[in-house]
């Protein structure tokens, strides 16, 4: 299995609430991705990141940001949490050599739920 | 507009026999396609995976087969197993690194 890790797994918070997510990789994977998995739409692309401080928006990119100053964190902040946003979280990680770059591991996830 | 479709939102089968998921897409640059498998409280795990240069592709007991004239793909699981039960969900790509997945389907192996 990939080395890619989320914290936290689980997080309740408020609406209004500021959330960071963070996922971690030992893989020295150059792409990482968040998604979010809602019922009856799969996985959407929030954000993805194609190296140290590059990152670029996905198909559900408004109100979230992410940051990437080291190879192996990619952060999501959620700047003012919204019921919308409650879902569950993955983090995924590619290589970046051939066609390889398609295939994508994934972390374990975070549920995250905004009252 | 969903660019990949899983139609059916879930699927039964008995211990042994096959299984077959199907998937249909929209978006005729698609040129690579995935499977991928995910278990309760678990992160997507990759399955098995298809170049549209090719119509078939097998691992074990996975085989996913390519209809590009059709803009349909499917995956067989034979036989079924019990731990094959699971979300299944199906994903294509056209430019590198962007996977579009559809919504997945929920296989049921009855022992």
């Known amino acids: 299995d990939a080395g890619i890790t989320q914290s936290p797994r689980h997080k309740v918070t408020e609406t209004g609430t500021p959330v960071t997510l963070r996922c971690h990789q030992t893989?020295?994977?150059?792409?990482m991705y968040w998604y979010r998995q809602d019922p009856g739409h799969g996985l959407r692309l929030i954000h993805y990141?194609?190296?140290?401080?590059?990152?670029d928006k996905g198909e559900v990119s408004d109100g979230y940001s992410v940051s990437r100053s080291k190879t192996e964190d990619f952060l999501l902040t959620l700047e003012s949490a919204t019921s919308s946003q409650t879902s569950v979280y993955f983090c995924?990680?590619?290589?970046?050599?051939?066609?390889?770059?398609?295939?994508?591991?994934f972390g374990p996830g975070t549920r995250l739920l905004v009252l | 507009d969903q660019q990949v479709k899983q139609n059916s939102p879930s699927l039964s089968v008995q211990e042994g026999r096959i299984s077959i998921l199907n998937c249909d897409y929209t978006n005729s640059m698609f040129d690579y396609f995935l499977w991928y498998k995910k278990y309760p409280a678990e992160g997507p795990t990759f399955l098995i995976s298809i170049s549209s240069i090719k119509d078939k592709n097998e691992d074990g007991r996975f085989t996913v087969f390519l209809n590009k004239s059709a803009k349909h793909l499917s995956l067989h699981i034979v036989p079924s197993q019990p731990g094959d039960s699971a979300v299944y969900f199906c994903?294509?790509?056209?430019?590198?690194?962007?996977?579009?997945f559809g919504a997945g389907t929920i296989l049921r192996v009855k022992s």
């Open positions: 893989e020295n994977h150059r792409y």
């Open positions: 990141s194609y190296g140290v401080k590059d990152t």
């Open positions: 995924a990680i590619s290589e970046s050599r051939g066609r390889n770059q398609e295939t994508q591991y």
């Open positions: 994903a294509a790509s056209a430019l590198r690194n962007k996977l579009v």
